[in-house]
Every structure is written in C-alpha cells, then in structure tokens.
C-alpha cells in the first residue's frame, strides 16, 4: 500500500500552500478535500447562471509575495488588481473617500474636518511604523518565550529587535497600541465620526470585538499589514474571484507532484504509539503518510479527528479555551445592473473601490452590542465591493456581482439555532440597510445569497463561521496562537502539524501559516530545498 | 501680579495634596530628615478615601469603605499600628448575593465554607475553586513586587533599564514554564472569558467580574479585565494577598494614622491651603505659590494631584513640550463609579447573621452578561436600569463607624455609572441613583426600603468637584494594559519624574495605580530621595 | 446618471488650479506641470535656465499660491507661537516675520518655515506640510484660535534685484521700501494686498499676498510693468537651483519632520541642520524641545549635520555617498550646478565629526551615460552652505 510523506487535510488556501512547498521541496504529497471543489473559504462559485461568486472571501492583500513568487502563482493563472480607492457613505448622503492620491484623500476628509485631514498624514505614519515591525514576522514562526532552545533564544532576539528599532517613542505608541481600543487610538487623532468610523471598520472585521474594546486597535493593524504592488494597506480583487487564489496555489502543488483529493473527508487520524501515522476516510479507506498537516482550524483538528485520550488533558483543554467566534456574515448579490449609491454622485468612481456602511463608532460599537445579546446588529457594518468593475468575467455583459461582508452576525441567536426563516429575515435587514443608502436597490436584485455564520461553518468547516479560525486578540497572537507552548505548527502528537488560520500569524488569505507550516515540517525532516 | 508675597516657609520638599498617597510620601520624606509640608486644599485629609457625604449625619463614612491592597511594607516602616491603625476585619468575607435571596459565600478565612457555598451550585465549580485561587495568586504574586518599583523607561541602551527588564523576565521565568504560559496567555485576556473557561456558575463568574472592572469604566468582555483582577490580587492586606479588610475607625482612621506617623517624624500638616501654582525657574521648581498669596520656598515637590491637575494646572502647558501634553490629555479618567450611603432604622435582612453582616462584602452582580449590559448602557451615557454594586455595613463590625444615631450606615459603591447621563444633569444622575440603589436594596433585603431614614449619594462629577480630580476616576486615571505600568500616566512620565526638574508625581495616577494602596506615594518618594542623594 | 453597466471615466478632479492658473496656463509652453499640495503648478514655462537667470538678473514671478498657511489669533497667540518656535516670537514686532524651525519634545525639527506677525494678536504660519495637528497640540492651554487660510490667500513671489523697482513701478513704493522680513498691507487696485519681504531664492524679493479672486489681476499688472525688463514667470525647476545657491533646506528632502518620520534616523534636530543660530536658549520662556536641545548640546552636539559641499567637476551629486577614506560618512541630499557661481554645489548630511569647513570627502557620484550609468568620484570640500548670497539680497 502506497505510503506518502505528507498529507494534507484540507485544500483551503493555507493547506495548498503548504502542500505546494512541500511537494516542491520534494515530498510525495497528498492534499484531502472533503467538499467537491477546492478552496474552502477561497473559492469561486457559480451559484446563479452566468455569475460568478467569491463565496466567503472576496478582496485580497495579506497573501505574501514571497509566496506569489516561490510559488509562480502567476505561471497558475493569479491576478490580483489592486482596488485604488474605498470609500465611507452616509445616511445624510455624505461620503468620505481614500483615493490612490494623498492629495485626493486629504481633500475629501478635509470636507469634513480640516483638522482630521492633517492629522491623517500622522495617523497613517503611526499606523505604518507599527506594520512595519510586525511585517517581518509574518512569515517567521513565533519563538517559544520559555524556552531555552537557541532557535527561540534567536527569535525572542529577533522580536526584541523588531520592537527596539521603533526607538522610545515608537516602543510606547506600539504598547499602547497593541494594548488600547481602536476607538480610543482613532480619538487620539480625528473629531469626524464618519472618518473614524470608516477606519474603525478595519478594526472589527472577522472579530467579536467592539470598536472600544481594549486590543482592537491591532486588529485594525491585521487589515493594513497588506501589500499590493508595493502599496502597503492596498486591496485587490482577484480575478475570476477568491477561487482563482486556491486554483493557483493548486496547480503549483500538481506542478510539483502533489495530488489532490476532492470529496475525501477524513474521519480520524491513525495515532499508534503517540505518532499519527495516517488518516482513515469517511469511507473507510486509510491513507498512510510518514506525517499528517491539518489546514483544519485547532479545534476541529483535535476535538473530531483525534480521540480525547490520545492527548494530554491541559492541551485539549488548551483548545478548548481557544476562541473562535462566529461574528460575521456574508451576501452574494447578483445585479441586474449598477446601484446608485447618492452619496456618491459627485465621485463615482468611488464606487470600483470598497464602499462601507459604517456611521459613526457608536453605530458599530452598538451593533456589537447586538451580538453580545445574541442578535445580528440590527444596523449592520457593510463592507460592499462590486468585483465586476474590475473583472467582467464574473457575471454576463451588463450586470454585476457584488459582494457585501456583515458584521456582526452571532453563530446562533438568542432564542435558538439560525434557521431558514432567521436567515432570511437577516437578509432582510442587510438588504433594507443597502436600500437605505441606495434607493431603489431591491429592484435591480437578480439573486441573493444569504450566508450566516452558520452556513459557514456547515460549508466551508470553519468553526463557528469564523474567518481567522480563531479571534486575532493579544492572547491569541505569536507564541500565543493557537496554544501557549504549541505555537510552531506542532501539537502534542508526534508527525501532526497544523498549517491553518489557527495558527500564527492568522487569517485573511495570507498563505503564511501554511508556508510557516512547510517550512517547520521541512525543517524537522531535515530537508532544505536549494534555493 | 503685584501686592505682597508672604512667606510660606521654606521646606526641602512640599507635598501637594493630603490624600493618602501624598501622606505617604510626606512621612517617608521626614522620616529620611527632610523638612516636609504637606498642602491640602480641602478642609480635610484623605482625598478620595475620605470622601463622603455632606449631609444626613454621616460621620465617619468614607468612599473607600473597605481597604485592599495596602502595602504591608509601610504599613511596618510607617509604623501605622502604633499610630493607631487597626483593623476591625482583616479578611472580609465576599457575599455574591442573589435575586431570590441566595447567597454564594467566598470566605478567605474558612476555605470549608467556600467549598460547602460553592458546592450548593456546582459541585464542580466546588473543585475548581481553590486551584483557580492558587493559580491567580502564584501569577499575581509575579508581579507583586514590580508593584513596589519604579517602571523602567523604554531606553533600551540604559544598563539600569535593562537590569529591570531582566528583573521582570527573571520573575516570570521563575513562575515556571506552565504558569509563565498562562500568565503570557491570560494577562490581556477579559474576566468574562477567563470566568467562562473554569467555572459554570453565573453568581460566581459574576463575583469575579466585578471585582476585574471595580473603579474601571469596564464591562466583563473587555480585555484588559484579567490584568485588573490580577492587580489587585497581588495587593496583600493585614498579611493576606488580594483579601479585603476594614479598618476600625474607616477610611478617617487610617489617614489619620497616615498623618501621625508624619507629623511624629516632623512633616507639617496644613489644610485649607490650596496650590495655585507650581513656580518653575529655568526648567526646576522654584516654590509654591498658594491660592491666599503666600509662597512657599521649597525645591522638591510631591504631587499627589491628578498628573493632569499638577502638570496642566499647577505648571502649565508652555512648561511643556506640546507633545507630552498631548499624551496625558489622552490619558482616560472619565470616572464610573459611584457612592450611596443610606441609613436604615433596623438591620437589613440579606439573609446574614448581624456579625456575618459585619465581616462580609456583598456584592451584587449576578451574571456577567448582567455586568457586560450594565458597562453596555453606561458607555453611551445611559444608566442601567439595574445596577451592580458593593455593599458593606462597617458600623456592625466597628462601633467607631455606626452612625450617629447609632443606627447601621449601609455604604454601597456602584459600578458601571456614567461619568455625564446623556441629555441630563447631575443632578438628575445622583437622584436616578438614589432610586436604583434604594430599590435595589428593598428587592435584596426585603423589608429594608420602609426603614430607610437618609440618603446621601455621590457622583462622579460630584467627586471630580470634591477632589478636583478631573473625571473623578477613582484610579485618577483607568487602570487598563495601555495605562498601565511603563504607560502610566502617559509615556514618558512613568518614572513619578516630571520633566520639570525637583517635581515628582505621586497620586494615583502613577505606576501601580487607585485603590488605597500607598504604593504612588511610597515609590515616587524613595525615587525623589534617591535623585536628591545623586543630585539629579 | 450613470450609465447602467459602466461608470464615466473622468473623475473628480484630483489637484486643485491655483487662483493664477489661468495665466500660467496660457504660457506654460512645453506643459511641464507637476503637484504641490494637491495643486497644479508649474515645473517650467519653456526654459528653466531663462528662468533662473531672470531671477538672478532681473525678475521673476514664482506661484506659491499652495503653500500652506495658517492663522493663529488671540491675546494668547505670541506666547503659543513662543513656545512653540525655537526662536523668540515676543521679540517679532508686528509687521514682522521670521523664518525658524519648530521641534517635537525630542528636539526632533517638525518642519521649518516663516512666522508672519500681521497685528499684536494675529499672527500667520506658512509650512510646506500640513501642521494643523500639530498647531492644535501647541494650542493647548493657550488662548489661542487656529485656522487654516490656505485656499483664502494667494501667494506670489517676486524675486530678483530688480524686485524693488518692479513693485515700485506697480504703485507700491512703499512696500518695496520694506526692510529685510518687513511685512506691511498696502492699497491696491482699490483693494488691499499684504507684502512681505521675504523669499526662498536668496535674492532681494518680496512675496505678495492677495485675495484670490484678485490674483490674475495682479498677474496682469506685474506682466505689464515688467514688459521691457527681463522679468519672467518661473516654474519649480530653476526654484530648486536658486535655493539650493543660497543655502535654503527643504522638508523631505534635507530631512523629514518628525511627525511624519517612519525612521526616527530621518529626522535631525535644529544643529543638524544648521539652524542652531535659530535656537534661542537665551529666551525666558520654554519651547518645545528645549530640554532635548540642551542636552544635545551637553552631549556634544548632534551625530550628523547639514554641509555644503563644494564639489569638483561637472556632474551634479544627486544622492551622492559620501567618503573620508574608505568609511561611508554621510550622503548628499540636493546637489546642481550653480549656473551664477559656474561650480558644482551640494548640500549633504555627514557625520559631525566630518562636518568642519575645509574637510575634504570623496563623493560617488553616479550620472546617467546615455542609456547606462556613469560613476565618478570627487573630491567634495565641506564649505558652509551659503554658496551665494548677493550683498543687495538684504539692500
């Protein structure tokens, strides 16, 4: 019976990724899928005819470069266009846009406040030095605090750099910002809610966190570490939508000799001896491998593929401590043509860019506070792109695909599980919500996609629906993530590593964790690839 | 400003502010030979502690109705016993009490009972109880003694900063590698999850709540909350860490005993003498100038003002680099917390015993979503329709402390108020906690409402108007993670020196924080004596 | 309306005209533009060289219509401004300005620029990057407004020896009598227009002051008295040759101002960069990094400062590295050919120890070669960084 060196469970982005390293390096690889098609939460749909939708993530930035390029996604079809504006519309029909051009932006918050719009130049210094240090990180596997071993001892060092070169001043701003709440770091330099509010929408995406709750400010950091083309904080649309991220990394896995298994759901993992050997599917078949990489979030990993007493009982209580919250939600629209948002009437080329719905910080801090009672925030943030001004192959000449991310959306509500009718009465809401800024939207709905938090974790397998697998919180970050003391991509079993959002540095499409994961397995295997 | 300056008198160090901290500092000053003033503005000592209310026969009640925290250490070199500290309870018991009338009883004394009371809800949370206790007390004893230091600054190139990083690492290491993991994990973790994680039972989880958001402007869900708890679990009060104690005679009789253990070691105490002004000549302090005209001639001056207060204030802006000023501006202190005190013609009936009454603390927090709603409403400037709050009898265990009329005082401190009720006065804010609280108390102990003879209550702003602390922040400042420590009161102010050469810091608003602790006071004082002695 | 599946394809305008456009426009011949804070100006009108020689000769008109500019008025504006300028503004009469550079609490300079006193309680700060943030912070505690004036007034600078007489022949002799950093408000064309006697070319000149619906109507007298003199429009390009001559630095390119600094190596302090005769310790009240200054000074001084360089050869030093020996002290920030002094002039930053007059440092200089790269070395003298300063700049 054939044996392979690794198997993948799980072809999300992370999982690919990390079989594509490591069937570069050499490895017989196998990845299993248990859905038909690949991606998990980086996939592309065509749910009504003729239109293509980026189910569950929809707009690109964190996906490292070095990735792109190890990998030659190009070679595999990615294209990634940056996205050169995003904007904020209000109720009042005010709106408030970021454009490519300082100038440009400078100009339109000055609209709003004078004052606002000079301290911006200061804000984004500020918010720049702080991705500054942490970028290097990213693709460095988080060192172990307590441990003595000189590969930690090197990578403390190299943190403790990381943050001293940020001088005295830049070491306080950075404490207090890893530290404070979004909503006291952006009081610290605007008056205009709407401005703040935009920002703070950074803040809070993916995250059961409220825009005052102390640490959200490098939740913000998590969603303008990204680069696009040398712009750092720029967003783009992947064309042919978020699957083509997945069909990319996929085919440079093939490339390199890696085979991948669709409708192969593992049941177990195959543990003798404390050292996992293989997995068991569905089905009944075994698959053997010298190792076994879960791209499944920490819990599902532990708690549904290995039994309780194959584990130390303080790592599986480790992981169940472990936070994963469902807090968002997702509509896919078809369109039958253009909406016209009022707002911006006088910039319509706004509309090619993000457009938040995102009043004011009391409007999200409220609608966090819906979900604490376990309620969808009656009055939702919206972050709404419209792919097809960009990519016309994801829907028929003339109509349009647009995307609309919801947040907050609890995993189950308060009177009980998300049902048929919930979900459609939260459609309602997001729907009535867009109406609000864009009369006459309903009209031109061709189909709508409601997805819960719910549905998400049915479909894709993410925990709770989350999209980090796993809140982005202090201690949930570095050495922290996913467990204290398991943080380098291994767990308490020997031959099992973890290579998802789970792991450091998180979510949001990057490719790190799966290529920190290849790197660590290559590294205990004792192969090193010649550059 | 012309007319004649009259003189003051010349000391080697003034102290402004005669609260507790600035006691403190007054009496390690003297007892190190210096010649010490200390300048209150009020008519009384005490600051906060003794704040209380100003009609209704109140005597001796104070806002910090009970004590935790106090350092032991002055509590020895200050000599406080001798000068007439006593404690009427050292370890209180805490009471969670529940609508319908059931009691969790936590008691640090009787671990038994603990067990029994816990048990009667979950027989689990029974087990898990004394290790979670160990657990936060081996993490918070970690950080206990870095409460008694001065926080290193950011300057990594300074060998005195790095021994105290070291120090720091050295004291987490020594935690061993399963605590360091939990205390690197949990420390910027919320109670609300922290709770959830070991125990299942609502009273419980929400007596842990409350104690992580005492003072702060928190809810439960907002991390930060386990840092909170932790602090001040490492206070150590009557020889016992994070217990609650009261002391005979209230809050009065511990300043007091603060300022005769000053006054005996030569330190001069005036009230009634408000600082206008903090004089600066060429970048150092030059004097005091008070509020009737005189000055006073002096080098070294200890505030234990809000750092706002003494460096806004007292000094002023232009002695300032605009930056620095700037960051103690964002500094947060909007207070959330507030007083009732009521005086009841019988005992309340909460289901305790009368000297069971008098040794416990009974807080009302039922649940933590009851907590997080309550942090909900008073973050948009609403007042929860329900109120958490602690309650305490100090008169039944203290005959100093019963009322006038010897009747019990029943003095309760309410969490999650407002600092400005939107669209109302304070008025209307203090008349709205009158109702909640009285209300409060005639659901808890049923019958109490028909003997309520007075009410008296205190605000935030009524404080801030009291105290002149701006905010009325209990802790000055919020005691959060990015407030904290090397952050405290703002970056580059965390050493209790001030750019302004011979003025020190010493309230609250300093490095380790609120709470009747001394610990401002003592550390800005032996950091003050040590630059004199170097000559910086 | 838009249509139903595109969307128009010219947006909003992104830069602002100036209120001068409209004449610029017309006679900027070879359509070299480029943005100034958010604005359309000119880079050349046809030949830089024509441009800077007017100005050395004759004349020349400059748009600094973007310039920023800020009002700061109340009883407690002069001791705001005092504490916040390294220099002593008590000491600014009104009808006076000055130029002086502001700093962070670590002595770091935040931006350099000129201090209009138009009354006792009205003063007006010209910057090149946006400071209301940072004038707010300074505010604090001071009863004091702040405005931002930028689009209100337009700003013409009229520069060259001949800028007396060309003002003279506008009407205005009386503000052509100015002296050195006066600034006065004179009738004109039945309004009114503020000059100030100031400049960033190093030449006597005088910057005009003007509501913006009467900028093109001032363009148009200037154009017609100037007819049968040299006098010329100038673009950005012969700008940048004039003041680099007369020694003048230039936020984000000698060094960036500290609240926008990503590097903390990026930022200098007053000492190093030669503005230490700006720092007035002995004033009595404190200012803004104040106690950093003096402790630099007690320290020994600042690690780097600015230079001049005079260097050998033709080829101008853009972005040169700067050697003693084999040790890489420093780099050169703005280098040209002084077309008035026939020598090649750069202004660098290098290692104090490096930065006396006299010092001689070899430059690497590379220089494009056709299609590739050249590279030179040069002996590079360390002069003081005033290359040219005619006596009549101050007559």
């Known amino acids: ?531 | ?536 | 309306m838009t249509d139903s599946h595109s969307l128009p394809l010219a947006p909003g305008a992104v830069l602002e005209p100036t209120p001068f456009h409209g004449r610029t426009a017309a006679l900027n011949l070879v359509n070299a533009w480029e943005r100034w804070q958010g604005h359309t100006t000119v880079t050349t009108f046809l030949s830089p060289e024509d441009e800077y020689f007017a100005t050395r000769t004759a004349a020349s008109l400059y748009d600094v219509s973007p310039m920023l500019k800020y009002r700061i008025a109340g009883p407690g504006a002069e001791a705001m401004l005092d504490r916040m300028f390294t220099r002593d503004v008590t000491k600014l009469k009104p009808g006076r300005c000055l130029y002086g550079p502001w700093c962070d609490g670590k002595g770091r300079v935040i931006e350099e620029g000129t201090l209009f006193r138009e009354s006792a309680e009205s003063f007006r700060l010209n910057a090149a990057e946006p400071q209301l943030h940072w004038l707010d912070a300074c505010a604090y505690g001071f009863e004091a407004t702040l405005e931002e004036v930028t689009e209100e007034i337009a700003g013409l600078a009229l520069q060259g020896p001949l800028s007396k007489q060309v003002l003279g022949d506008l009407g205005l002799a009386e503000a052509a009598a100015l002296p050195f950093f006066g600034l006065g408000r004179f009738g004109f064309e039945g309004g009114e227009i503020e000059v100030s006697r100031t400049g960033f070319t190093g030449d006597l000149g005088y910057e005009l002051w003007i509501a913006p619906d009467r900028a093109e109507r001032l363009w148009d007298r200037l154009m017609a008295v100037a007819d049968p003199r040299y006098l010329r429009p100038m673009g950005s390009r012969a700008l940048d040759v004039l003041r680099i001559e007369a020694g003048h630095i230039l936020v984000n390119v000698e060094y960036v101002g500290a609240n926008h600094a990503l590097r903390d190596s990026q930022t200098r302090t007053p000492d190093g960069l030669g503005l230490g005769w700006a720092v007035d310790l002995r004033k009595p009240g404190y200012f803004n990094g104040r106690r950093a200054i003096e402790a630099e000074r007690a320290a020994g001084g600042p690690k780097r400062r600015l230079v001049g360089l005079d260097v050998e050869g033709r080829k101008p030093a853009h972005g040169a590295w700067l050697y003693a020996g084999r040790r890489e002290v420093g780099q050169v920030t703005s280098a040209c050919w002084s077309p008035v002094l026939k020598r090649n002039i750069a202004l660098a930053t290098v290692e104090a120890a490096y930065a006396e007059p006299g010092r001689v440092l070899n430059a690497e200089i590379y220089y494009v070669k056709e299609v590739t790269q050249g590279r030179v070395d040069a002996r590079a003298t360390v002069v003081e960084p005033r290359f040219y300063q005619p006596a009549h700049r101050r007559g």
Not at chain 1, 332 to 351: G, K, M, T, V, Y
Not at chain 2, 358 to 367: H, I, M, N, Q, T
């Open chain 1, 1 to 531: 019976m054939k044996r392979y060196d690794a198997i993948v469970i799980g072809a999300g982005h992370n999982g690919l990724t990390a079989a594509a390293y490591l069937a570069r390096a050499g490895l017989d690889v196998v990845v299993l899928e248990r859905r038909e098609a690949i991606g998990g939460a980086a996939i592309s749909e065509e749910r009504h005819p003729g239109f293509l939708y980026s189910s569950c993530s929809y707009v690109c930035s964190l996906l490292r470069a070095e990735i792109m390029r190890d990998l030659d996604l190009s070679k595999h079809g990615l294209r990634i266009i940056p996205y050169e504006n995003s904007t904020v519309i209000a109720r009042n029909g005010e709106s408030l846009g970021f454009f490519h051009d300082p100038a440009k932006t400078r100009q339109s918050i000055a609209r709003h406040s004078r004052r606002d719009a000079d301290a911006y130049a200061e804000f984004n210094r500020d918010l720049y030095r702080q991705c500054r240090m942490i970028r290097p990180l990213l693709l460095e596997t988080p060192p172990d605090p307590t441990s003595f071993r000189l590969r930690d001892i090197k990578g403390l060092r190299k943190l403790q750099k990381a943050f001293a070169q940020l001088g005295e001043d830049g070491l306080a701003q950075a404490m207090q910002f890893w530290t404070m709440s979004c909503g006291d770091f952006l009081d610290r330099y605007f008056e205009s809610e709407l401005l703040k509010g935009s920002l703070a929408g950074n803040s809070i995406i993916g995250t059961a966190l409220g825009p005052y709750s102390p640490g959200s400010a490098y939740v913000l950091l998590h969603h303008v570490m990204g680069d696009l083309d040398g712009h750092v904080g720029a967003w783009g649309f992947a064309v042919g939508g978020m699957g083509a991220v997945s069909d990319a990394l996929a085919g440079a896995a093939r490339e390199h000799g890696a085979e991948i298994r669709t409708g192969a759901e593992v049941e177990q993992l195959i543990v003798r001896g404390g050292r996992v050997e293989g997995v068991a599917l569905a089905g009944g078949e075994e698959i053997h491998a010298a190792r076994v990489v879960s791209n499944l979030d920490v819990k599902r990993t532990y708690n549904r593929l290995v039994a309780p007493s194959d584990l130390p009982g303080d790592f599986l209580e480790a992981v169940n401590n472990f936070k994963i919250r469902g807090s968002s939600g997702k509509l896919n629209i078809a369109l039958d043509r253009l909406p016209e948002f009022p707002a911006l009437a006088s910039e319509p080329l706004l509309q090619r860019g993000g457009i938040l719905i995102s009043e004011s910080m009391e409007y999200l801090e409220r609608g966090y506070d819906d979900w604490k009672n376990g309620l969808w925030s009656r009055e939702p943030f919206l972050d709404i792109t419209i792919p097809t001004h960009y990519d016309p192959t994801m829907a028929p000449p003339g109509k349009h695909y647009m995307s609309v991310f919801v947040q907050y959306v609890p995993p189950t509500l308060a009177d009980g599980p998300w049902t048929p009718e919930k979900r459609d009465a939260f459609g309602k809401t997001v729907l009535d919500t867009i109406e609000l800024y864009s009369p006459g939207f309903r009209d031109i709905v061709l189909d709508c996609w409601v997805r819960t938090p719910a549905d998400i974790e049915n479909e894709v397998g993410l925990t709770e629906g989350n999209i980090f697998q796993g809140e982005l919180t202090l201690d949930q970050l570095l050495f922290n993530r996913p467990v204290p003391g398991y943080a380098q991509y291994r767990g308490p079993l020997a031959g099992l590593y973890m290579c998802g959002s789970s792991t450091h540095p998180g979510g949001g499409v990057m490719g790190a964790p799966g290529a920190n994961a290849a790197r660590e397995i290559l590294h205990d295997a004792k192969i090193r690839r010649a550059a």
């Open chain 2, 1 to 536: 400003m012309t007319g004649a300056v009259t003189k003051g008198g010349r000391y080697d160090v003034a102290v402004v502010g005669g609260g507790h901290n600035g006691l403190v500092a007054a009496a390690l000053a003297a007892r190190a030979g210096r010649s010490v003033v200390v300048l209150e503005a009020g008519p009384r000592l005490g600051g906060m502690a003794t704040l209380g209310p100003r009609n209704g026969g109140f005597d001796s009640a104070g806002a910090a109705h009970l004590i935790d925290g106090l350092s032991p250490a002055l509590v020895q070199s200050l000599e406080l016993q001798r000068h007439g500290l006593q404690f009427a309870v050292s370890t209180l018991d805490d009471v969670a009490l529940l609508p319908g009338g059931e009691l969790l009883v936590v008691s640090g004394r009787d671990p038994e009972a603990t067990r029994r009371s816990i048990g009667r809800f979950s027989p689990r949370d029974a087990e898990r109880f004394p290790e979670f206790e160990a657990r936060l007390g081996r993490l918070s004893a970690a950080l206990a003694p870095f409460l008694d230091r001065v926080p290193p600054t950011l300057r990594f190139e300074e060998w005195s900063e790095r021994l105290e990083y070291l120090r720091l690492g050295w004291a987490m290491r020594r935690l061993g590698r399963r605590d360091m993991r939990d205390l690197l994990r949990i420390i910027g973790m919320n109670s609300f999850d922290l709770a959830e994680e070991v125990f299942e039972t609502d009273a419980l989880k929400g007596l842990i709540g409350f104690d992580s958001l005492l003072g702060n402007r928190f809810g439960p869900r907002s991390p930060n909350t386990v840092y909170t708890l932790l602090q001040r679990k490492a206070g150590t009060i009557a020889g016992r860490r994070g217990a609650t104690a009261l002391p005979k005679g209230g809050p009065a009789a511990l300043i007091e005993a603060l300022a005769a253990s000053a006054r005996a070691a030569g330190a001069e105490i005036r009230t009634e003498a408000r600082v206008a002004e903090i004089l600066v000549d060429n970048g150092r302090v030059n004097g005091l100038l008070l509020a009737d005209g005189s000055e006073i001639d002096c080098r070294t001056v200890l505030s234990s003002a809000h750092p706002r207060t003494t460096l806004l204030e007292l000094v002023g802006a232009g002695q300032l680099d605009a930056d620095l000023v700037r960051g103690l501006r964002h500094a947060r202190g909007e207070g959330g917390t507030a007083k009732v005190w009521l005086r009841l013609g019988a005992l309340p009936d909460f289901g305790l015993s009368a000297s069971d009454l008098g040794r416990s603390r009974l807080v009302f927090a039922p649940d933590l979503g009851f907590l997080e709603r309550g942090h909900d409403a008073a973050k948009y400037g609403e007042l929860p329709d329900r109120l958490a709050m602690e309650i305490a009898l100090p008169g039944l265990a203290d005959e100093h402390q019963l009322g006038s009329e010897s009747k019990p005082v029943v003095s309760v401190t309410l969490a999650n108020v407002p600092y400005r009720l939107r669209n109302r006065d304070d008025a209307q804010l203090k008349q709205a906690l009158v109702q909640r609280t009285t209300a409060a108390l005639a659901d808890l102990a049923p019958g109490s409402g028909e003997t309520i003879e007075a009410v008296e209550a205190l605000t935030p702003k009524e404080v801030e108007a009291a105290t002149g602390a701006p905010g009325g922040h209990w802790h000055h400042l919020e005691t959060g993670l990015d407030q904290t420590y090397l952050l405290r009161p703002a970056p580059g102010l965390a050493q209790y020196r001030t750019p302004i050469q011979g003025l020190w810091l010493c309230g609250a608003g300093s490095h380790p924080g609120g709470g009747v602790t001394g610990r401002p006071g003592a550390n800005a004082a032996r950091a003050a004596l040590a630059a004199a002695k170097t000559g910086r």
